[in-house]
């Protein structure tokens, strides 16, 4: 009787191997292009909001700075001038250039340009802390309801740290006696950074309040009136869970 030999059908394996690899390759390829596609999020957020944000401030410092027939800050005019002696400083009366009462500027305007020659920034302020209308256009945006430049009280201040031309992103790196200008229409006002607050957390209020005074971190801030400026910004870098905090204090005005 002759054996026979058993016959393996071995195409429903070779189906179903198949089928895992195309699965398997179709998965891989969606995987390569979620990847791509954040890549270029990332380059967007990082890189690109950065340059338009930063063209779009330095140009609205020039168009600002045409507008009042401004000569060039000392810090970057060839010959400067030598800086004027300090006229007043926090604790004491305010030179009369500071007592002027300017029109209010109108939501989301530039109206003055801050200058931090230390960080080699010169960046548009602008009325309101709206990320659309002025933060996330490279602007420093100011306080509503917080003093104007030169004026008793607190004159406060927020920038981003990261993206968006990111004007504050060394302000960690700024240390007592370092200089802050601050240029408008009718004057230029100098503040010396006092004191620093590394940490806190975002609903404190008291950082900006006309005597700044931290209602979180015991003893940081003031306990009388003075003319102040507050810079404020996010910490640590690339998140919001905190703020930093810069303070300084005004020494001189020179009217324009």
Known sequence: MRERVPVVVQGAHRTRRSTLARVAWCGGEV?????????????????????????????????LEREWGAQPSPENAAD?????????????????????????????????????????????VAEGVGKSGVLDKGYVGHYPRTAQ?????????????????????????????????????????????????????????????????SAVRAGAGYAERGYYITLTTCTPEFSSKYRLVVWGKLTSVQAR
């Open 80 to 124: 400067p001038e030598p800086e004027p002696e300090p006229t007043a400083s926090a604790s004491t009366s305010a030179p009369r250039a500071a007592e002027r009462n300017p029109t209010p500027p109108r939501w989301d305007q530039a109206y003055a340009v801050l200058s931090i020659p230390k960080l080699g920034v010169r960046v548009p």
């Open 149 to 213: 430049p030169g004026r008793a009280g607190n004159f406060a201040v927020a920038g981003h740290r990261n993206t968006h031309g990111e004007p504050f992103r060394y302000v960690n790196r700024l240390r007592r006696g370092d200089r802050l200008e601050v240029r408008t229409r009718d004057a230029a006002y100098t503040y010396e950074v006092d004191r620093t607050l590394p940490q806190t957390l975002p609903g404190d209020g008291g950082v900006i309040d006309p005597v700044p005074r």
């Open 31 to 63: 995987a390569v292009t979620v990847g791509l596609v954040l890549l270029l999020l990332v380059v967007h957020q990082l890189w690109w909001t950065n340059r338009q944000a930063r063209d779009g401030a330095e140009r609205k410092v020039e168009a």
